[in-house]
Nanobody
Framework: QVQLVESGGGLVPAGGSLKISCKAS????????MAWFRQAPGNEREFVAG????????AYSNSVKGRFTMSKDNAKSTVYLQMNSLKPEDTAVYYC???????????????????WGQGTQVTVSS
């Protein structure tokens, strides 16, 4: 079992930047896919960015490509999401997700992830 804990959310004006983090603990000694999802009120949980296990390439949703950057620090068992040029429509609860067995074609599917953090609120004011 892996525990995921997000941090770093907050309130930021439109056009601003914010960096959120997700630290994994527990059974982290295995190749592990990690991703960021977000969910705004009344909306379904949507994929934001993800790094497939054993692969340094990162995938992004079209809505954040070019503005958000996901990175990982293996030594700290932590992934980050640097969010630049934030827009009011980026306002959501951001969740960190992880899974050991997920296949690449399922990277963007939230129901394929076993492990989830509690979420961190990101609010972008207009």
């Amino acid at each position: 079992q892996v525990q995921l804990v997000e941090s770093g959310g907050g309130l930021v004006p439109a056009g601003g930047s914010l960096k959120i983090s997700c630290k994994a603990s527990g059974r982290t000694g295995y190749p592990y896919t990690m991703a960021w999802f977000r969910q705004a009120p009344g909306n379904e949980r949507e994929f934001v960015a993800g790094i497939f296990r054993g692969n340094s390439n990162t995938a992004y949703s079209n809505s954040v490509k070019g503005r958000f950057t996901m990175s990982k620090d293996n030594a700290k068992s932590t992934v980050y999401l640097q969010m630049n040029s934030l827009k009011p429509e980026d306002t959501a609860v951001y969740y960190c997700a992880g899974d050991r067995r997920l296949i690449l074609s399922s990277l963007q599917l939230p129901d394929q992830y076993d492990d989830w953090g509690q979420g961190t609120q990101v609010t972008v004011s207009s």
